[in-house]
């Protein structure tokens, strides 16, 4: 009986010294996955300030406040991306537009094409004809095409006295 007893008893002991295992196996898992959530979150917060410190870089590289050799090219290809990219958005937008709007003649209601200069049905101009005053200007730093009633580049931000 004692023998029985005594199997039983170390029986037991194993099987609560296996839970004690499992049990430090479990936090030693919890521990991990927090330092990795806790590494990923200074991970990005890192990148955020990468970011941040580049793109300040490449704004004072655009303004002459910063004169590097190596970053003055990169800052250049980023000129030549920031065009295109404006460039793009511009076409979106347009395309946009006229997706979403059927043009019609503001003297007869009639439907009539964007291209149209003149309303086939009754004959009215559609489309008003760029005054001298009404023309862009050319932007110095990029060379986009600037609204009048701008004061700033849309593509670049350069200014009137910049």
Same mark, same amino acid.
């Given at each position: 009986?004692?023998?029985?007893?005594?199997?039983?008893?170390?029986?037991?002991?194993?099987?609560?010294?296996?839970?004690?295992?499992?049990?430090?196996?479990?936090?030693?898992?919890?521990?991990?996955?927090?330092?990795?959530?806790?590494?990923?979150?200074?991970?990005?917060?890192?990148?955020?300030?990468?970011?941040?410190?580049?793109?300040?870089?490449?704004?004072?590289?655009?303004?002459?406040?910063?004169?590097?050799?190596?970053?003055?090219?990169?800052?250049?290809?980023?000129?030549?991306?920031?065009?295109?990219?404006?460039?793009?958005?511009?076409?979106?937008?347009?395309?946009?537009?006229?997706? /979403?709007?059927? @043009? *019609? =003649?503001?003297? +007869?209601?009639?439907? $009539?094409?964007?291209?149209?200069? %003149? !309303?086939?049905? #009754? &004959?009215?101009?559609?489309?008003?004809?760029?005054?001298?005053? /009404?023309?862009? @200007? *050319? =932007?110095?730093? +990029?060379?986009?095409? $600037?609204?009048?009633?701008?004061? %700033? !580049?849309?593509? #670049? &931000?350069?200014?009137?006295?910049?």
């Amino acid at each position: 009986m004692f023998d029985l007893e005594d199997k039983l008893g170390r029986g037991l002991a194993k099987l609560q010294a296996g839970q004690e295992a499992a049990k430090k196996k479990l936090e030693l898992i919890k521990e991990l996955s927090r330092l990795r959530k806790e590494m990923k979150e200074a991970e990005d917060a890192k990148g955020r300030l990468y970011f941040n410190m580049g793109l300040r870089v490449y704004y004072l590289l655009r303004q002459g406040a910063v004169q590097d050799e190596v970053l003055f090219p990169l800052s250049e290809e980023m000129v030549v991306l920031d065009k295109k990219m404006w460039q793009l958005s511009e076409q979106i937008a347009r395309l946009s537009v006229r997706a /979403e709007e059927a @043009k *019609i =003649c503001s003297n +007869c209601s009639q439907p $009539i094409k964007s291209e149209d200069k %003149f !309303c086939g049905h #009754c &004959g009215q101009q559609v489309s008003k004809t760029i005054t001298e005053e /009404e023309k862009p @200007k *050319i =932007c110095p730093t +990029c060379t986009y095409n $600037i609204p009048v009633q701008a004061q %700033f !580049c849309p593509c #670049c &931000g350069h200014g009137e006295g910049s």
